[in-house]
């Protein structure tokens, strides 16, 4: 299985998948892009098997680019792991305090985030494209946390995932001045004269959301791979019919 760890811990486990030509469909791990079920079942069985888990203990949403976050309790253990019919509905941020249960997100140029508090247990993954970067899903679930569930900001510990880089998040003027309402964006994003359009660093403006909920820099984990230029990357800006990695973590 294709993969890098971002924590391979005895109790905490958290990285990505990675696209491998030698496995079934490039080792694409959703069901909404795939050709087959069964490849992905294949393909989610083998990371299974690679993480000594069973498939029954993931966890997956139904992602639609919105700011939902939902709470994934002993209820929802398994659910998406088999069948898309089965995934948590309209949302893009799970987070859980139950052991043993891996979280997931599917990326393919959108910016992935993984994290975990060091003594509340805590655990969670976080879909960010463009649109939840704008509608600041990653802000808004940090400052729930925090607020509402009381985590203390300074224990959470934050791994950004391989995502679309700046060179190539090239946007029109429409998309620039989403990210310039946030009105914290301006130092990640630039114009290139020649084309006209805009550059935006999506990784680091979902780093400056976490850093506004009082989460530490030191604390933030930024993999700059950039899924357009990395062979091991599924990048949907470069071919709209591509697989999807998973983003996942597990609190054992």
């Known amino acids: 299985m294709n993969k890098k760890m971002y924590v391979n811990q005895s109790t905490l486990l958290a990285g990505m998948t990675l696209k491998d030509t030698q496995q079934k469909e490039n080792n694409n791990m959703a069901f909404h892009v795939c050709e087959t079920e ?3 079942i294949e393909n989610r069985q083998a990371l299974a098997d690679t993480l000594s888990i069973q498939l ?5 949403a139904n992602q639609t680019h919105s700011a939902n976050f939902y709470e994934v309790t002993k209820q929802d253990i398994g659910r998406g792991a088999y069948k898309i019919e089965t995934e948590i509905k309209n949302t893009d941020a799970l987070y859980t305090y139950e052991p ?4 997931c997100t599917f990326t393919a ?3 992935p ?3 975990y508090h060091e003594t509340t247990g805590v655990i969670g993954a976080i879909h960010s494209g463009w649109q939840g970067t704008v509608k600041e899903i990653t802000k808004q679930l940090f400052t729930y946390l925090i607020d509402v569930e009381q985590h203390d900001p300074e224990g959470f510990h934050v791994y950004i995932g391989m995502a679309l880089s700046q060179e190539k998040f090239e946007v029109d003027r429409d998309v620039y001045d989403q990210f310039f309402e946030l009105q914290y ?6 114009r290139n004269e020649k084309t006209g359009k805009y550059h935006i660093d999506n990784q680091r403006t979902v780093k400056k959301q976490c850093m506004l909920t009082g989460i530490l820099e030191e604390n933030i984990m930024l993999d700059r791979t950039c899924t357009f230029q990395d062979d091991t990357g599924f990048s949907y ?3 709209k019919q591509t ?3 998973v983003g996942f973590i597990m609190r054992k």
């Open 113 to 115: 985030v993984l994290f």
């Open 109 to 111: 140029d959108c910016v």
């Open 100 to 103: 043993n249960v891996l979280l």
């Open 237 to 239: 800006r470069e071919d």
């Open 243 to 245: 697989g999807r990695h």
């Open 56 to 60: 029954d203990q993931f966890v997956c």
């Open 38 to 40: 069964a490849a992905v």
């Open 185 to 190: 964006a301006d130092e990640f994003m630039y």
